[in-house]
Structure formats: C-alpha cells, structure tokens
C-alpha cells in the first residue's frame, strides 16, 4: 500500500493562502481515494471483510441491549459462532450478553402463527395442511451472546490504521488547542481506559449539557495518539447535532479523512487511514469527495488552532 510522502507544506500568509490550502487538500483528498482503492484490493484487506462478513448484523434494539450490557463491546456472536466459525471459546466463568433472537418456523398464512400456536387459537384457516406451510417469524426468544473479549483463541485480522512519525510537540499543541476547537480533551491511562477496543471517544457532559468532552488511551505511539485526538476533535466540530445511525459509517469517514489530512499537514504519515475509510466507506471510494467542503473547512480549523496555540 502506498504511504504519505512529501506531506510538508507551508502556506504563505497572503490573501491566496486559504485557496493554496483548500486546493492543497484537495490533492489530498484525491490521494486518500487511491490509498483507499489499493487498500481494498489487498490480501489484508479482503481476509478482515472475509472476518467482518461472518458477524451478524444486529438490530437496533439488540444493539442498545448489547451496549447496556457491555459497554465495551465492539464483535459479538453467539457461543457455538465463536467456535465453529473462528475458532475461538468462551472463557470459563464469562457472564453472556443477553438479546432478542428471533423464532423462524412454518407459520399459518392467515394468523401467521407457528402450527402449535395455530391451534390454540380461533384462526380457521385449513386450505393447507401445516407441513406445506412457508417459514417465518412468530416471535422471539432470550439467546445468550458473547463478545470477543470475552473469547479466546485463533487470533482475528487486524487492519494496521496507525500512524506514525514524530508528533511529540503536536499531541501537547493539540491539547493547547483544545479550547480554541470547544472541547474538553483526556488522555486516559491505559489500565484506567473504559472504552474496550476503541482509542478515542467523543462524548458530551449530560443530555443537557452538549459541551464536547474527548478521550483517547494513552499509548507509546505519539503519531497514532495526535491522529486519534484530531479524528474525535472532527467528531466534536462535525457531528454533534447528529443522532441518525445510518449517518454513522459518513460521520466516521468524515472524521478520519479530517485526521488524515491534518495529520499529513504535520508530516505525520497517515495513509494507514485508508484502511479505516475502506473499511467504513464500502465499495464506493469516491464518495468521500462528495464531503470535501466539511472535510476541508474542518481540517484548516483544527489546523489553524493547533499553529495559532
């Protein structure tokens, strides 16, 4: 895969500079498209959609089921998926993540009950006997699901995101700037971390209270920390008046094609994003192009804060 190279870039302080950004990002931005086009078509890559293509998609009320339970949880299956389809087990004394599955058997066309329930009730329906009857859902049972933390066992692919370079003055810049961009930001010791698998989150006060506050882990990894800080400082800008779920896979695209070029502008080498966007953005690459406004008017006010602190 191919990595960022010649990133720095100076802009003169003219009248012209914040066009010379803009067209300097939409360079960029073209360059994440490809690297997000050869990622896709890489071994790597097609091993982790292999993986990723095996976990059920879970509805939105298992979903906050799932988040209520185990907060922390990023891959869940159920106990015989876990070892049947990756070769992983359940640990000894691990409590299950319990949802709604559903019930599909042969039910009645009219009443649209399974044949037992069929006969409990008034439905006179008898223009076929059960056993021709067609499947489909009746109800739903309690099943137990577990999430790979819990798990043990043949490892899982892993996409390799981080970035790197030298970002030892820019993680205290970015959190000099954390004020000029309206957030509270922490970094959040390793082994105080509450947040599973991820390395950063943005989250708000209360309900009531929408003030910005982002956490990333801690880690040796300075260039990965500063592109972590600016991904949930892109969260913060963009997203905040957001709540429709289907919105999610762009938000996350917005925030990283946002660390991506910001982390370039500080010579940092970021084209590890290009795994996270594939991974988000599906078959269609190019569809980021489509928010190039908000990614670029974000990436200049991150990076303007950070020069100006």
Known sequence: MATTSDSSVSFNQTDTRHDEMHSTIEAWIDDLVDHVDDAQATEEFQEWLDIQSRFHDYSHRNTLLITLQC????????????????DRHVQEGEQG??????????QCPECENSPSYHEQSYCEYDETPPDEWSKGLVGFK????????QTEGESLPELETEATGDADDLVPALEDAAADVGVTVRIVAADEWEHGDATGVCKYRSTRDLHPVVEAKARTNQADLAVT????????????????????????????????????????DTSGSAFYVAAWQGDDSEAILDRLGRISSTAQ???GSVVEN
Request: avoid cysteine.
């Open 97 to 106: 993540i319990w949802i709604w599955a559903p019930i599909i058997t042969t």
């Open 142 to 149: 309690p099943t137990a699901v577990f999430d790979v933390s």
């Open 71 to 86: 907060p922390e949880a990023t891959k869940v299956a159920g106990y015989n998926t876990w070892r049947n389809e990756f």
């Open 301 to 303: 006010e991150i990076i």
């Open 229 to 268: 800080l600016i991904h949930e400082y892109a969260h913060a800008l963009l997203h905040a008046d957001v709540t429709d779920e289907a919105e999610r896979a762009k938000r996350e695209v917005e925030a990283e094609a946002v660390a991506y070029i910001v982390g370039r502008y500080f010579e940092l």
